[in-house]
């Protein structure tokens, strides 16, 4: 069969729709996340209902502490991506989850604040390295010398 400009037109509109209307959708479980907030950490902290208690204010990192309905986290801005990123990599060995925006990061004590969160700034969710899952094995014992 040979493919014309309408049936190219027709095919292309096709794909094009279940691209946006995300083909397999869940049926509306997955609460939608908006777009990514950006902003000073006075106006990220408003869009989530917190007065922050500013702990470090310098120039390439402003951190404070929070807390709302959703419970007690972090929030932190960068200067620049490069700060955001080398705070973020190091920040992960010790644990913990992270909602990562454009220049700004809040810390949960809960994976649900940061899923909270998420439902108001946008963002990602990224986990810290989990250390409880290295501990020794069930035969293995210290000599003690």
Not at 55 to 62: F, G, H, I, K, P
Not at 71 to 86: M, N, S, V
Not at 125 to 131: A, F, Q, R, V
Request: aromatic share 4%.
């Amino acid at each position: 069969m040979k493919v014309t400009r309408p049936m190219f037109a027709v095919a292309t509109a096709a794909a094009a729709a279940l691209m946006l209307t995300g083909c397999g959708s869940d049926g509306g479980t997955e609460k939608s996340v908006p777009a990514t907030a950006t902003g000073s950490l006075e106006h990220l902290a408003a869009e989530v209902k917190c007065t922050p208690d500013m702990q470090t204010d310098a120039d390439e990192l402003r951190q404070a502490l929070c807390e709302n309905a959703d419970g007690k986290f972090i929030l932190l801005t960068f200067a620049t991506d490069r700060g955001q990123r080398e705070w973020i990599n190091g920040a992960k060995d010790y644990g913990g989850h992270y909602l990562v925006g454009r220049k700004w990061i809040a810390v949960g004590e809960e994976t649900s604040t940061v899923t909270a969160l998420r439902g108001t700034l946008g963002g990602d969710i990224e986990e810290g390295t989990d250390h409880s899952a290295h501990e020794p094995s069930e035969g293995a014992t210290h000599s003690g010398h």
